[in-house]
């Protein structure tokens, strides 16, 4: 029973502690392959530490909405991050929500963001919100496409479950599968904002989404909302690990070792992760916004297409 | 003997229609109230016939009726009417006289078929007058539908009455006929006292029954 | 026996509360009275429901009158199913009755809504426990007369008059469709006892007639696509708890005349019934919310939103249906309570939202969303309310409406097993649908609330806006508490909907609240489950740590300056987004298809003043080419046929000439 | 006992004709008008005295059974309460000037003579006699249609003159012919148009002849009736006489007209080798009913309008009694109850609203339940009622001929239930215009009777929710005897 909550208690903890170390390293990685020095991969802990010091500047007519939506979305977003296996499955609380759940956790931190981004009563807030909102749209579907496909496969939604499963030999190859991992990355790339969709780094008025709606933050507030930004791209990469590289995860009430071996081969799946999204990130341009739509469209078709094709291979 | 009558009462009746072809083949006004004249007579003297035939002495009053009143008040009232308010004295004809007389074949094949059809049970007497009744009456209605002037329409009804009232002597034995001859002689009048009225109140310029319905409530 | 007579004396009540009204009219508490009466009786309704519901011994309870039609006598009958659907509509009066207990005093003709509303909580009451098809049916058209009384409450504005017009034509149309739909299934015999309906053999193709007709009452009183059209119009029409009434309650009456009669009446259902219902139910929740999304009146927004949650609610009974056809009772029984469960939902956020409306329309007396915004600042507690039903309503956990779409979605995985091809690709796609209409929805009230309560100001209405009364805040905490209690407690929904699942698809899901820390478990542990609970408890926890922490270790200082706008901060609220233009992106990429939306610039040559103008064209599909086109007929028809007035006497008599000579003709070809 | 049972229908007979020779000397509107209220009441209470009593024996010129009792009851009950609501309305145009004494001068005679006449076709045991009635009610309300004199007025009573005696003139061919079917039969006289016995006996006629008799008389009773295609002179005949003529003509006579055709209907149903007249009944009905339903859309003239609406609900009780059967049946004759008491608290809310606002025309009548709520929820109330709404009763007879239609001939349905929904929306299109929306027109308050109006509605009501038992056993009856 402690052993549990303490397994999930370093779940939680460890999540946090990755996430900007995630983005650092996505950071320094893309820096390099730009033959720049770049800044050293903890910079993020470093920027987070210090928007933490410095005092909040809140506009004049921000509502109380305004000031909790940073910690009810960082808090939603650990949440979600908390309950995907990164090193172990089984976890003491990971029935608590599965992945349909998670998704709609992550759903509520961004019906949060999208509302704060319009409480000051700004056209970039409102720019944000809308485009946000219409990305969702379309990439919230794609992702269920994809649970369907993923519990369809496993008979389950339920993280842990689908990564038993993933590692147990009856797998096998299947076209749904790499359709599902398609979409899937897609999706992760349009939720997290990351080129070709949205730029992290931009601030050019007319082609930012996420940086439009945090506008108006400062201090503490916009460093719970990157925190949760870093949180949500960990979970991701989380998710990609745990379902379509699922080897070295602590299986239930697995030993210290192989909570230790789990650990390793996580933060190993990690940094792959992380190295492919740089070399995907730079390799590529930015798309307009308009275009958009149909790139997760695409992702919501390989979802659909990869559910039907899912019987066809089971009938036959 | 029963031949005979029987035969005389088919002559009679059957020139009653014939009387009504002549009223559709008629286009001006006072040659169409002395047919219509005819028709009543013959009309009178059908029913006499009858009366003597089925020795049912109160058909008497009905021809009687049909010969003082059809035969002459109406036709000589209309007469005077048509004289003093001037009314055009041709008639004007919806569709051509031709086309009228062949739906008048028409009519008369259909009562003959509906009237024959009848089990030869019934009186054949009956079933012969019947038969050239309901010709009568669609003969009538025809002429009600194809006549503008409402002279002749009102001619028209009347003749449909006619036809009624053949059907009703002709029917043995049947009860309140007079009474229904008295009834429909006073709705004739009463028609023919409408007409007067509207003219007398000099509302309408004619009594073309167009005129009428420039007087519409819900016009268009 | 007893209560359903005590049920059935709460309707007499509220009967004669209505002609209360009309004699109180010139008493200056008749407001007060009235509210308050309906109140107390639907909330001795709801417990009374919500009591046979629960209790162990839930065996029908019938009562017959001698009322109504003649041999047949009026039957009443609470059962499981009832008694679910009558604790919905005596909830949602409750609440709307205590609403109006202050929304009613500023209400500008009461003498037109008075007398109507306790008549329309009487009627949808009667519907549910009819248990004979012509006491169903008076019930069912005395309901919309009620509410379209109340929809004419107002009846100055030429839309509401129209409003009330398209939905009493559509009303009664449905009604005609169920009338012929019990037609067929009393049979010749005219058995109009819902028991002897039960009891009698219904053939396979008499289904689909009986379904279809089904479908086009039921379904055009609940707002199933096409049949919606009504809808927008009417809600937003009536005053605003009444509108809440409609939306969140009556809608589900509708449901529960679906149910009774497919689930209960007809008996064993076919699989493609199933599959019709669910993409009827997957078509109307996608285009719901889209002509949701382009809405700017607050009011028909939520109307049109609706039509959505009417669609979820099909999507789930079309699947029960076909689960129920396969004998997949466990399935059934899972999909059905989610539909349940998201009635029971709707009707909560639903009418908090509408009560929101209501709320901001009595402070500002705007419904346009254009010309609102700001109004957290001077509503505080209304927009706290409103925000947690429009979380709810956006299937967001930890509140309820999530609930009852993550078991839809539970469902919907259970499609594999089913044996037809149709059903096995349709259930997925009509699962995307689903997605996709739970995505829009979020992006839909991101939209109604930021427009209106965030931002700034956009009209010196809402400027100087009031916070309302007590009584309608209560109403709305009352439910926004509902809400989070359904989202976090769900087990005990799920197992209240126990007996009715059973009664109508002998089937069950796991007992729930036995499960430890109040999961939820559609079927087994490992397969999914979900703890609105704990996911609720850990957020407030997270959120109260870094809270905390930063407070402690970090920063709390604060400093007010004017907004940044990436250096261009501009003081007129006009550069504001707009609601028109928060929806512009959505509307490009999907409303070009689904109504042909169309954008034009009209740029004023050089040198001339006027304003450039952006011009937005949307068409409503269904509106152009059903339902024009059948006025356009009978319009056509009538115009024709009025002719007939205008003939002389002449053609008349040539009419009777044309009737006889052609009977004749008939009878001399005939014999 | 007999003797005094003979007295009621005597009575039922000779009040109302007394009445019209007292009254035709009566010059003093007023006291004309109480006069022609209490003959009605007097009538009204004989005819009630007649469900105590039961039914006398059998005359042959009598004949009371349990059909003709509930068109006695009927009639004599509405004939009172529009009494009630002439003397308010007759009133009301004197004082305007729109009518003279001299113009009234024999109005209430001719009221009861109408009465009498109606009452005299129902009672009758003998078709001629019952023709003679009709003809008679014929024309006395030509007479009241034309009681205006204006141009409208009078083109509406030449029409309905015209039209009215052509029909009469096919009436009598049908009963001609129907004689000349008894008389091999039953033998010549009397007998052979006393129409107990010829039900007796009308198993031996001649089919092929009683066919062509019916024809003449469904068309010709149906001219009464206001069936489309021969309905033309009702709508103008209700728009321009005063409204309490309207009131009767929609609520009574058409009433009367179609007990003739269903004595008729009776005999043909009990005959073997004659065509079942279902069929052509069940036609006749649903082209009248479509046909109003459409005309209803055009209508500019309020009076006009609920006139069509008669020819739609003559069209459905017609259909119903053409489809037979027990359900049916009693749907059309519960049906044709609700329908005359509905109507005619319409035209008395009309008749008020046309008085208060100055004009008939639909567009210059609005707002009525803000300018004049009595009057305009009254209208409201009627026209819900009409349209077949509950919880008021014609909803009842509409949901009965729908359900057994569709238990018998499902395709049928379709077209009946496609008139009903187009009547609707006209029926409610105009209601909304004409109820509600901001007044327009004359508001100052108008001297009205309303008890005539809401006793109709509340009866109506009451119908909807609850028929008494002996009522229902009763029409189950009749509904049996009509096979």
């Known amino acids: 029973m402690i052993r549990d909550l303490l397994v999930q208690g370093v779940q939680m903890a460890l999540v946090l502690i990755l996430a900007p170390l995630l983005t650092g390293f996505v950071r320094k990685v893309k820096a390099r392959l730009l033959r720049r020095q770049g800044a050293s991969v903890v910079q993020p802990y470093r920027d987070l530490l210090r928007l933490l010091r410095k005092e909040a500047v809140v506009a004049e007519n921000a509502s109380w909405l305004f000031r909790t939506a940073p910690y009810l979305i960082f808090a939603a977003t650990w949440v979600a991050a908390a309950l995907v296996p990164t090193f172990a499955t089984g976890l003491k609380f990971s029935w608590t929500a599965d992945l349909i759940a998670i998704i709609a956790l992550l759903a509520s931190a961004r019906f949060f963001l999208a509302l704060a981004g319009m409480d000051i009563g700004t056209s970039f807030g409102g720019i944000g919100s809308s ?14 496409m994809i649970v369907f496909v993923l519990a369809l496969v496993a008979g389950a939604t339920q993280l842990s479950t689908i990564a038993e499963f993933m590692l147990s030999p009856e797998v096998g190859l299947r076209v749904s599968l790499g359709l599902a991992l398609i979409a899937l990355i897609i999706v992760a790339i349009a939720e997290n904002g990351r080129i070709p969709v949205d730029n992290p780094a931009t601030h050019l008025e007319l082609t930012m989404v996420h940086e439009a709606m945090v506008l108006e933050y400062s201090g503490r507030h916009l460093a719970m909302i990157e925190f949760a930004a870093a949180l949500k791209l960990l979970l991701y990469a989380s998710l990609i690990a745990c379902v379509f590289v699922p080897w070295g995860l602590a299986p239930a009430g697995a030993g210290i070792a192989a909570l230790a071996l789990g650990l390793v081969a996580y933060v190993a799946k990690l940094a792959g992760i992380g190295f492919l999204l740089a070399i995907f990130e730079t390799s590529i341009a930015k798309m307009r916004v308009f275009r958009v739509p149909e790139f997760l469209g695409g992702a919501l078709m390989l979802g659909l297409l990869g559910t039907l094709l899912l019987f066809v291979s089971r009938s036959l | 003997m029963d031949g005979l009558i029987f035969d005389i009462a088919h002559l009679l009746a059957g020139g009653l229609v014939l009387v009504s072809f002549m009223m559709l083949y008629q286009d ?60 055009h004295r041709e008639i004007e004809t919806v569709v051509g006289i031709g086309p009228t007389m062949l739906a008048g074949m028409g009519l008369v094949a259909l009562s003959m078929v509906v009237m024959l059809r009848v089990t030869a049970a019934a009186d054949p007497m009956a079933r012969e007058d019947l038969a050239f009744a309901l010709a009568v009456v669609l003969l009538g209605l025809l002429m009600m539908v194809t006549r503008r002037n409402a002279v002749s329409q009102v001619v028209g009804f009347m003749s449909l009455e006619n036809g009624l009232v053949l059907a009703a002597t002709g029917a043995r034995g049947m009860p309140l006929v007079v009474e229904i001859s008295v009834a429909f002689s006073i709705l004739i009048a009463l028609i023919v006292i409408g007409i007067m009225l509207f003219r007398i109140r000099e509302r309408f310029d004619t009594v073309d029954v167009h005129a009428l319905d420039r007087f519409r409530g819900e016009r268009r | 026996m007893i209560s359903v007579a005590v049920l059935l004396s709460g309707v007499a009540v509220l009967l004669a509360a209505a002609v209360a009204a009309i004699a109180l009219k010139h008493s200056p508490s008749v407001t007060r009275v009235i509210y308050g009466a309906t109140l107390i009786v639907s909330l001795a309704i709801a417990a009374t429901a919500l009591h046979h519901l629960v209790s162990a011994a839930a065996a029908p309870s019938l009562i017959a009158l001698p009322l109504g039609l003649p041999w047949v006598g009026a039957h009443f009958r609470l059962d499981a199913l009832s008694s679910f659907f009558l604790f919905v509509v005596g909830s949602g009066s409750a609440a709307s009755s205590l609403y109006g207990l202050g929304h009613g005093l500023h209400e500008k003709a009461p003498r037109r809504v008075l007398p109507f509303f306790p008549a329309f909580l009487a009627g949808m009451m009667l519907v549910i426990l009819a248990d004979d098809a012509f006491t169903f049916l008076l019930s069912w058209e005395f309901m919309s007369l009620a509410s379209w009384a109340l929809v004419m409450a107002h009846h100055h504005d030429r839309d509401n008059a129209r409003a009330g017009y398209v939905y009493l034509v559509m009303a009664s149309f449905g009604t005609l469709a169920l009338i012929l739909a019990f037609g067929l299934l009393a049979g010749a015999g005219g058995g109009y006892d819902f028991a002897s309906i039960r009891a009698a053999e219904h053939t396979p193709h008499l289904d689909a007639l009986v379904l279809a007709l089904v479908l086009l009452g039921a379904g055009s009183k609940a707002g199933l696509v096409p049949l919606h059209v009504w809808l927008p119009l009417a809600h937003p029409a009536a005053p605003s708890h009444v509108s809440a009434l409609m939306s969140g309650v009556m809608t589900k009456v509708a ?28 078509i109307t929740s996608v285009l719901g919310v889209l002509y949701a999304l382009m809405q700017h009146d607050l009011k028909r927004l939520l109307a049109y939103h609706t039509v959505e949650n009417i669609g979820i609610i ?9 689960f129920q056809a396969n004998g997949m009772n466990w399935a059934a029984a899972l999909a059905l309570t989610a539909a349940l469960f998201h009635v029971f939902n709707h009707a909560l956020f639903k009418s908090l939202l509408f009560f929101g409306a209501g709320a901001v329309l009595a402070a500002t007396g705007e419904r346009d969303m254009e010309r609102l915004g700001g109004l957290i600042h001077r509503m505080p507690y209304t927009s706290i309310a409103f925000l947690v039903g429009c979380v709810a309503i956006s299937a967001l956990p930890p509140l309820n409406g999530f609930v009852s779409e993550w078991l839809t979605f539970q469902a919907i995985l259970q499609s594999p097993e089913l044996p037809q091809w149709g059903l096995k690709i349709m259930v997925p796609a009509v699962g995307a649908m689903l997605a996709l209409s739970a995505a829009l929805a979020a992006a839909c009230f991101v939209k109604a609330f930021g427009i209106t309560f965030l931002g700034r100001a956009r009209s010196s209405a809402a400027e100087t806006a009031e916070e309302v009364d007590r009584f309608s805040l209560a109403a709305m905490f009352a439910f926004a508490g509902l809400c989070l209690l359904a989202g976090i407690l769900p087990g005990f929904v799920i197992d209240g909907l126990a007996p009715v699942t059973q009664s109508l698809v002998t089937g069950r899901m796991p007992v729930q609240t036995e499960i430890p820390w109040f999961s939820i478990v559609p079927i087994a542990e490992s397969r999914s489950s979900y703890n609105g609970l704990l996911v609720f408890v850990f957020i407030a926890i997270s959120a109260t740590l870094a809270v905390l922490a930063i407070h402690r270790f970090a920063s709390h200082a604060v400093r007010r300056a004017p907004a940044w706008d990436c250096g261009w901060p501009d003081p007129s609220p006009e550069t504001q987004y707009t609601a028109a233009s928060f929806a512009q992106p959505i509307r490009r990429v999907y409303a070009t298809y689904a109504f042909r939306a169309k954008e034009t610039v009209e740029m004023p040559a050089p040198g001339d003043r006027r304003p450039a103008q952006l011009v937005v064209r949307l068409q409503d599909l269904v509106w152009d080419y059903l339902y024009e086109p059948i006025a356009g007929v009978v319009g056509l028809a009538a115009g024709r046929l009025n002719e007939l007035q205008f003939l002389t006497i002449r053609r008349y008599l040539g009419l009777v000439f044309l009737a006889l000579v052609s009977l004749l003709t008939v009878i001399a070809l005939w014999t | 006992m007999s003797g005094l049972s003979f007295d009621q229908v005597q009575a039922i007979l000779f009040i109302p004709l007394a009445a019209a020779a007292l009254l035709g000397f009566i010059v003093n509107y007023r006291l004309g008008a109480r006069i022609n209220v209490l003959a009605c009441l007097l009538t009204l209470l004989v005819a009630l005295s007649l469900f105590v009593t039961g039914a006398p024996p059998v005359g042959a010129y009598f004949l009371i059974d349990e059909l003709n009792i509930v068109f006695i009851a009927l009639n004599t009950f509405v004939g009172f309460t529009t009494a009630v609501f002439s003397a308010s309305y007759i009133g009301h145009e004197l004082a305007i000037g729109r009518l003279t004494p001299t113009y009234l001068r024999f109005y209430h005679a001719m009221y009861q003579l109408l009465l009498f006449a109606m009452n005299l076709a129902l009672v009758a045991n003998n078709v001629g006699l019952m023709w003679v009635a009709i003809e008679i009610a014929t024309l006395t309300t030509v007479i009241m249609v034309g009681l205006y004199r204006s141009h409208e007025a009078l083109e509406a009573a030449w029409k309905y003159f015209i039209l009215g005696s052509v029909g009469i003139a096919l009436a009598l061919f049908g009963t001609i012919l129907f004689y000349m079917a008894a008389q091999p039969v039953v033998g010549e006289g009397l007998d052979a148009m006393t129409w107990t016995v010829l039900i007796a006996r009308v198993a031996e006629f001649d089919g092929a002849l009683i066919n062509v008799a019916f024809i003449f008389l469904l068309l010709g009773y149906g001219t009464k009736v206001g069936l489309a295609p021969v309905h033309a002179w009702l709508p103008d005949a209700h728009a321009e006489g005063p409204t309490p003529s309207s009131a009767v003509l929609s609520g009574l006579l058409l009433n009367v007209a179609l007990y003739a055709v269903l004595r008729f209907k009776m005999l043909m149903a009990a005959n073997p080798e004659a065509i079942a007249p279902g069929p052509l009944m069940i036609t006749m009905g649903l082209v009248s009913l479509i046909f109003a339903a459409f005309m209803l859309y055009r209508r500019r003239d309020i009076k006009r309008m609920f006139a069509y609406s008669s020819i739609e609900h003559m069209g459905i009780i017609t259909f119903a009694f053409g489809m037979g059967g027990p359900v049916a049946n009693f749907a059309g004759l519960l049906h ?11 035209f008395f809310a009309v008749g008020h609203i046309a008085q208060a606002k100055g004009t008939q025309k639909i567009a210059d009548i609005r707002g009525l339940t803000e300018s004049h709520p009595w009057l305009g929820w009254g209208l409201v109330i009627g026209v819900v009622a009409i349209s077949g709404l509950p919880p008021l009763g014609i909803f009842m007879s509409e949901f009965l001929v729908v359900t ?18 187009v009547a609707f929306g006209a029926l409610m299109l105009r209601l909304n215009s004409l109820a509600f929306g901001a007044p327009r027109g004359n508001s100052a308050p108008v001297k009205a009777s309303y008890v005539p109006m809401y006793a109709h509605l509340s009866l109506v009501l009451i119908a909807g929710v609850y028929l008494p038992a002996p009522l229902v056993s009763w029409f189950q009856h009749i509904a049996a005897l009509l096979g």
Not at chain 3, 314 to 322: D, K, N, R, T, Y
Request: aromatic share 10%; glycine share 6%; hydrophobic share 65%.
């Open chain 1, 131 to 144: 485009r946000e909102v219409m990305i969702a749209s379309l990439a919230e579907p794609a992702m269920i």
């Open chain 4, 336 to 346: 044709m109850v609700m329908h005359s008491l509905t109507k005619s608290a319409i």
């Open chain 3, 255 to 282: 449901v529960y005349g679906f149910v009774r009669l497919i689930f209960d009446l007809l008996g064993e259902p076919t699989w493609w019934a199933g599959m019709i219902v669910l993409i009827l139910g997957g």
């Open chain 4, 404 to 421: 057994s239609t569709f238990a018998q001939e499902p395709l049928l349905a379709i077209p009946l239930v496609i008139g009903l929904l």
């Open chain 3, 314 to 322: 099909f999507i789930g009974l079309g699947l029960a249906l076909a």
């Open chain 2, 28 to 87: 001006r006004l006072y040659a169409l109230l002395n047919v219509y004249a005819l028709h009543a007579l013959v009309l009178a003297l059908s029913v006499a016939w009858q009366a003597f035939a089925q020795d049912a002495p109160h058909l008497y009053v009905t021809a009687l009726i049909a010969l003082v009143f059809k035969a002459i008040i109406i036709p000589v009232a209309l007469h005077r009417m048509i004289a003093r308010l001037g009314i």
